[in-house]
């Protein structure tokens, strides 16, 4: 044993309130991309600070275990972290979402062991919501993994009566946690609690369609947040209650936002399973009012791109899958030499998690000033000649704007339509993941360029080099 | 530390005006590294998984102490090496390529 700080001083409370601080710089240094790194290391000085001094602590001994559990955690988190694709950043996240509230669910386990006899009602509330909290952010977030992972079908999955079962579920997970609080102090009310939670979580994110995998993730990462608040009041410690709700306050935040950006609450997001209203209409508007899909050539889309004098780019889920974001980027500066005006529009809810494209890019060596958020982009379309719409489908889709029928309907999009030309970059005629045709591509200024969108770019970027 | 229930929840209402008050500035651009972000400043929970092992006196314990802990490193670890790589790629654009972009 080292043991150098007690448990009760003063000295522990400032050591975890200088990592406090720590943690609030980070986040305010994220204001702005050029800051936002330093802040990372500010914040991870404040975590070795509170992680250190935590060790320190007087009874803390198990020295082996904790030095071996720290080595295989590291070694995963670290080869995780360097291996894992851009492109796989939404499953990375959901990783961690669940990683973090599984450790908080076992930690307010473990408390709850350690008390002998009733514990006082605020520490069972606290225990009660962090293995609860916890529980369901683990599981929830192990699905949107699978989800994500393509382990398991991106679109929503789906039983009879699933709202009545789910809301059934839940009902006797919290009736557990009343009994604990009301001083039923037995661990297998606790267990049975986790067991139902952790279903609870599964049910919950199974009938969650892939486009809806922004609202899920954010909300998933609030989940861990209040957990680990939750656990702060266990063990009656501050860094744990402040950093857990800043994470709380993060999610939630996020949470909203993207509910927003595709205009529908919260709650229709999580039971709505959306792209049941349509799913299996997928081709019916062809035949519609006698307008057809016209598709068209890499040459042809080349030398409209190479005489345009305004282009702009919009990336969505597609050039993620590709894997086309390095391709893009070639694409655009091979137009930018050639006096082309190249920008990316980019829709809040683009990809699969909140600012998915923009991290692509990024990657791709795209300068963060080309990419426009939605609100900026808007305006700038009639005076566009041409909009490249790479694996985006749902957020162009103008019936958003019209067409009070369709489940899209008042969702934002990027005005696509008010282009002199667009064309779109598709594998197949299939519908987005919301089930929904797009009528955009019937107008008569859009043309189809079919095909993966990483091949479809190569050959564009060859045929661009000839014009 | 021994606090009262009331100062903790002082403590947390704080949080979370000033949680919500700090990331409405950060931009839209910004929000992965956000969520990857606030994914490590979770990984604070690994101070509860260093108190519940440290402090392991039965087998129980041990064990869920263990699994505690390996999850809360590589939530830490992970989470901070992620965000550290994602925001090293988010560059200004370079001066000279203005030029080549006359407009």
Known sequence: ?467 | MNLSVVIELTILALAIFLGFEVISKVPAMLHTPLMSGTNFIHGIVIVGAIIVLGEANDTFLQVIGFVAMMLATANVVGGWFVTDRMLEMFKKRPEPKRESAPK
């Open chain 1, 1 to 467: 044993m080292i043991a150098l700080i007690a448990r009760d001083s003063n000295l522990i409370g400032l050591l975890y309130l200088v990592t406090i601080i720590c943690f609030i710089l980070a986040l305010r240094f994220l204001s702005s991309p050029k800051h936002a790194r330093r802040g990372n290391w500010i914040g991870g000085v404040g975590m070795i600070i509170a992680i250190t001094s935590t060790l320190l602590l007087d009874g803390i001994g198990n020295w082996v275990l904790i030095i071996v559990a720290a080595a295989i955690g590291a070694g995963v988190g670290f080869f995780g972290a360097r291996t894992v694709k851009m492109t796989a950043m939404p499953q990375m996240v959901a990783l961690f979402n669940g990683v973090g509230g599984g450790a908080a669910a076992l930690v307010a386990l473990a408390e709850f062991h350690i008390a002998t006899a009733g514990l006082p009602t605020t520490a069972s509330v606290s225990t009660v919501l962090s293995a609860l909290i916890g529980s369901i952010s683990f599981a929830g977030s192990m699905i949107a993994f699978a989800k994500l992972q393509e382990l398991l079908s991106g679109r929503p999955i789906t039983f009879p009566a699933q709202n009545l079962f789910n809301i059934a579920v839940l009902a006797a997970t919290v009736a557990l946690g009343i009994s604990l609080v009301a001083g039923v102090h037995d661990q297998w009310v606790l267990w049975l609690l986790v067991v139902l939670a952790l279903l609870f979580g599964v049910l919950f994110v199974l009938p969650i369609g892939g486009a809806d995998m922004p609202v899920v993730i954010s909300l998933l990462n609030a989940f861990t947040g209040l957990a680990a608040s939750a656990t702060g009041f266990v063990l009656s410690n501050t860094v744990l209650i402040v950093a857990g709700m800043l994470v709380g306050a993060s999610g939630t935040m996020l949470t909203l936002l993207m509910a927003k950006a595709m205009n529908r609450s919260v709650t229709n997001v999580l039971f709505g399973a959306f792209g049941q209203v349509q799913a299996g209409a997928g081709t019916g508007m062809l035949a519609d009012d006698g307008r057809t899909v016209r598709a068209t050539t890499p040459e042809d889309v080349a030398v409209q791109l190479s005489f345009a004098s305004k282009v702009v780019i919009v990336p969505g889920y597609g050039m993620a899958v590709a894997q086309a974001q390095h391709d893009v980027r070639q694409l655009a500066e091979l137009l930018e030499e050639k006096g082309v005006d190249v920008k990316y529009a980019i829709h809040p809810v683009a990809g699969r998690m909140p600012g998915h494209m923009n991290v692509l890019l990024a990657e791709a060596n795209v300068p963060y000033d080309a990419l426009k958020e939605m609100d900026e982009i808007n305006p700038e379309f009639p005076q566009t000649d041409v909009a490249l719409v790479i694996g985006a489908n749902d957020v162009t889709n103008p019936a958003a704007r019209h067409d009070t029928a369709s489940p899209i309907y008042g969702m934002p999009i990027l005005d696509v339509d008010k282009a002199a030309s667009v064309i779109v970059m598709k594998r197949s005629m299939n519908p987005g993941f919301a089930g929904i045709d797009n009528e955009l591509y019937l107008e008569p200024q859009t043309t189809m360029l079919f095909g993966d969108a990483k091949d479809s770019v190569v050959k564009l970027i060859a045929a661009v080099k000839q014009t």
